[in-house]
């Protein structure tokens, strides 16, 4: 169970109406929906992966110490959400760099964990993955194995991995998709939890989990349990992969942590992982 923790407006569905610099004026919800969550992991008996963004940690450490105090993994969405493509290497490296002293700072806790943006490491930024070792990153999130328009790597493996960078070896671990018709489709988190019906996912986990004997793993971001989040002025398909069905993720949610066990991602990747160069 991994969540990515960043408020509405940091969503790359909602940038044009939410530029960086609206960031601060703007209604923030954050706190009260990563709480809910916290309620519902103590509910169920789990502990998570949190990526925290550093811009939120920042402004509300609240979240990085309620998340320590509850025991589950603290891990890195980076400082500023920004797509790593529209970067330079200096850039995210300033921005992963901060948001590794923000939160080992606040959680006292070495962060070796990163998550992407918006999954935004794709074979244009693969020199990402260097910076990460470099910075003091074990292990990353961010290549999502399917063909999307803002991100993926479809011929990249499937499931937890090794990869040897020039900079040092690096495991992977990407969201879990199904292998169907020679197409990876995604089904274990975030939109596709939302969008598709939530058969789709648990039946996707359960293949996973008996015929590929391989653990699932699935994403959320706290906003997706706020139906009453401001909606904010965008395009019809931002509109659509944004607010769809935010109605009805919190009893999806719940009924999946009924299903079905969760652990932190720390702990899957203590399972051997293979090579891949």
């Known amino acids: 169970m991994t969540i990515d923790v960043e408020d509405y407006f940091h969503a790359n569905a909602l940038s044009s109406a939410a530029p960086v610099s609206s960031w601060p004026s703007l209604e923030s919800r954050v706190v009260r929906n990563n709480e809910r969550l916290l309620e519902m992991f103590a509910e169920a008996g789990i502990t998570a992966t949190f990526f925290v963004l550093g811009w939120v940690a920042e402004r509300y450490p609240s979240i990085v110490r309620k998340i320590r105090e509850a025991n ?14 529209s970067l330079t290497p200096q850039q995210f490296r300033e921005d992963v760099r901060r948001a590794k002293a923000i939160l080992e700072d606040q959680g006292g806790v070495a962060v070796a964990g990163y998550r ?8 244009r930024s693969l020199w990402a993955l260097d ?63 939302r969008l598709l019906p939530y058969g789709w996912t648990r039946w996707g986990i359960g293949r996973v989990n008996r015929v590929e004997r391989k653990a699932a793993i699935f994403y959320l971001h706290p906003w997706e349990i706020d139906p009453d989040q401001p909606r904010l002025s965008v395009g019809r398909l931002s509109r659509f992969r944004h607010y769809r069905n935010l109605d009805q993720t919190e009893a999806r949610l719940r009924l999946l942590l009924r299903q079905f066990q969760f652990a932190p991602l720390a702990q899957v990747l203590q399972r051997p992982i293979p090579d891949h160069s």
């Open 116 to 123: 992407a943006p918006s999954y935004s490491i794709t074979k």
């Open 131 to 193: 910076v990460l070792l470099e910075e003091g990153y074990t292990y990353d999130a961010s290549i999502f194995p399917i063909r999307h328009d803002t991100y993926g790597i479809p011929d990249a493996p499937r499931h937890p991995y090794t990869m040897t960078r020039d900079a040092g070896k690096l495991v992977e671990a990407p969201p879990s998709t199904v292998r169907l018709l020679g197409k990876n489709l995604p089904m274990a988190g975030g939109g596709y939890f």
């Open 72 to 85: 589950h993994e603290l891990a890195s969405h980076g400082y500023g959400h920004q797509l790593i493509y």
